[in-house]
């Protein structure tokens, strides 16, 4: 089983629409969890660390569920340069010094 | 600040020749990493280095070999190519202490290698 699993998608909506991902994760001892935006094979960037509360950054909102062992991204009011591959990343509190990607979600917002 | 910076960003090579990626960052960063993506596929690690002077394999390190040179520089080795491992290269950093230090990893622009 994969460490880090999502759904590949493609997820296409129009701008202006609200569009959530979940990314499911084996390990319950995982420590850290990110959200990367990848444009078309370019070097993931960082879009937001995902906290246990819950945070919000602009129109993105990330969730972490422990007791499912899922973590959410949520994105308000598309534009079209939200246009990307957003890659999940999960860290192991037992082995720290390893980041598991999943493979991402290709999200295409169209006019 | 350039943060990571990977050389050559593109490199074709002929079977069985070798060379080095370089990977040098300017954020003090203790923990570096190789990473390699093929089309359709995540991230997948190669190898990694948690602080000056070690290392450590990740997924797919056959093939490869690494070295930390010092603090601000993790090189990969190809020893002897093969057109499996034509790829995109990625690098990255992070300024991970310990196991409740919680930072994320820092990327380079990666290297576009095609083996013949």
């Known amino acids: 089983r994969k460490e880090v699993e999502q759904d590949p998608g493609p997820f296409n909506v129009p701008e202006g629409a609200t569009v959530a991902f979940n990314c499911t994760y084996s390990?319950?001892?995982?420590?850290?969890f990110f959200w990367y935006r990848q444009d078309c094979r370019k070097e993931p960037k960082l879009l937001m660390s995902?906290?246990?509360s819950g945070n919000e950054d602009g129109r993105f909102t990330a969730q972490l569920n422990r007791a499912s062992q899922y973590i959410s991204l949520l994105i308000r009011d598309s534009k079209l340069s939200d246009s990307a591959t957003y890659l999940c990343v999960v860290n192991s509190l037992y082995n720290f010094n390893k980041f598991y990607f999943g493979s991402g979600t290709k999200l295409n917002v169209k006019p | 600040n350039a943060g990571v910076t990977q050389t050559p960003k593109f490199q074709v090579l002929k079977t069985g020749q070798s060379m080095t990626l370089q990977c040098a960052q300017d954020m003090n960063h203790n923990s570096m990493y190789w990473y390699r993506q093929d089309p359709g596929m995540g991230l997948r690690l190669i190898y990694y280095s948690a602080s000056e002077g070690t290392t450590d394999k990740g997924e797919v390190p056959n093939g490869y070999n690494v070295s930390r040179l010092n603090k601000r520089e993790f090189s990969l080795r190809l020893e002897s190519a093969a057109p499996s491992q034509t790829s995109v290269y990625f690098c990255?950093?992070?300024?991970?202490?310990?196991?409740?230090?919680?930072?994320?990893?820092?990327f380079g622009d990666g290297t576009r290698l095609s083996i013949l």
């Open positions: 390990n319950s001892a995982s420590q850290s």
């Open positions: 990255a950093s992070s300024d991970h202490r310990d196991r409740h230090s919680n930072q994320p990893q820092h």
């Open positions: 995902v906290y246990s």
